[in-house]
C-alpha cells in the first residue's frame, strides 16, 4: 500500500505543480539567438570560398597511413542507407527531446523552446565554423570505388567535427535536463534519448561519413554547449526531486 500511494505521487506531483526550469530574459536570448544564426548562414558564403576544389592528384596522394589510428576503423565502403539511417535516428533523438520540452504552460513552453533555439543556434554555428577552418577529408575520400565527383565536392572535406552527433547530443542533454532538473532522474527517458544519439554517432562512422574522433568531439562539443546554456538559464526557486524512498520539494525565496 506504501508503495502505491507514492507511485501515486510520483504521477501526479509534476501535474500538480507549475514548476519551471529556465528563467529566460527573452530580449538578450533574441539577440543571442540572431549572433549565432548570423553566424552559422554567413558560412554558406565563406565556406565557398575557404574550401577550394580539391584536385585529381592531391586526391590520389591521401594515404590511410596517414590517419591516426583510433580512427581508422572510419575506413568501411561508402553506405547511402546508413547515411539515412543515421538522419532517421537523429530525427528521433531530436523528436523524443522535443517532447520533453514539452510545458502544458504556454510561458514555461515558450522558455523552454527559446533555450533549445539558443542551443541549436550556438552548436550549428560552432560546428559549421570548424569543419569551414579544419577542411578534414571524410573517410569515404579515402575510398578508390567512390566516384572522383563525389570526393571534389566541398561537404567531402567537412568531416571535423561531426555536425550530427553536435546536434543529437546538444538535442538529448537539454531536454534531459530539464527533465532532471523538474522530476528527477529517469533511466528509461536517458537511455532512449542518449542510446538513439549514440546511434546516430555510430552509423556516421559506419557509413564512411566520419571518423570516430569526428563524432567524439562533435558529441562533448554538443554536451558542453547545451549543459552550459541551459545551466545557465536554470532556475534556482522551485526545485521537485521524487524517488520510491523520498520526495523533495524545495523553494529558494
Known sequence: MKKFKLLFLLIFIPLLLNSYVFEVNKTESFLVISAFLALDLSNNYFDRQIISKPTELELSNLNQNDVPFFDKIAFQPYSNKLKDLSDYTAYLTIGTAIYCLYDNDTSTLLDNLIVYAEIMTAQSAIGKWTKTLTKRFRPFVYDPDVDIIKK??????????????????????????????????????????????????????????????????????????????????????????????????????
Open 152 to 253: 571534389q565536392q566541398r561537404n567531402s572535406q567537412h568531416s571535423f567535427y561531426s555536425h550530427h552527433s553536435s546536434t543529437v547530443f546538444a538535442a538529448a542533454t537539454c531536454s534531459y535536463y530539464r527533465y532532471y532538473q523538474k522530476y528527477g532522474h529517469n533511466y528509461f527517458l536517458a537511455s532512449l534519448l542518449f542510446s538513439t544519439a549514440s546511434a546516430t554517432a555510430i552509423l556516421r562512422v559506419a557509413s564512411a561519413q566520419h571518423f570516430p574522433s569526428d563524432v567524439v568531439i562533435g558529441a562533448l562539443m554538443g554536451s558542453c554547449i547545451s549543459f552550459g546554456i541551459s545551466k545557465y538559464h536554470n532556475n534556482n526557486k522551485l526545485t521537485i526531486g521524487a524517488d520510491f524512498n523520498s520526495i523533495k520539494l524545495e523553494y529558494r525565496f
